[in-house]
Nanobody, 121 residues
Framework: QVQLEESGGGLVQPGGSLRLSCAAS????????MGWYRQGPGQQRELVAR???????NYADSVKGRFSISRDSAKNTVYLQMNSLKPEDPAVYYC???????????????WGQGTQVVVSS
């Protein structure tokens, strides 16, 4: 089993910054990608940013230029630096990891418990 532990959410003023962290632990052979999703009230969960093991990243159009995803592979940790936060950014942010638990095994998708981001003056 694989566990994802998130941290870093909270309250920030419009235009402010937050940094989210997510550490993966457990039966990990390899992590193929790690990313962040968010879900606002009454909305579907949507991709915010994803980082793949080869180094490629992709972002939702709404966060390009403001958010930055990075990974520390040695620590199985992914970060999301969120700058210039806007009133439309508040949501529960979820970490996701696509993990192989053994060589030649299938890839499984794991989710963190979510961390709340509130943008308010």
């Amino acid at each position: 089993q694989v566990q994802l532990e998130e941290s870093g959410g909270g309250l920030v003023q419009p235009g402010g910054s937050l940094r989210l962290s997510c550490a993966a632990s457990g039966s990990i052979f390899s992590i193929n990608s790690m990313g962040w999703y968010r879900q606002g009230p009454g909305q579907q969960r949507e991709l915010v940013a994803r980082s793949r093991s080869g180094g490629s990243t992709n972002y939702a159009d709404s966060v390009k230029g403001r958010f930055s995803i990075s990974r520390d592979s040695a620590k199985n940790t992914v970060y999301l630096q969120m700058n210039s936060l806007k009133p439309e950014d508040p949501a529960v942010y979820y970490c996701n990891a696509r993990v192989q638990t053994r060589r030649d095994g299938p890839e499984f998708s794991y989710w963190g418990q979510g961390t709340q981001v509130v943008v308010s003056s």
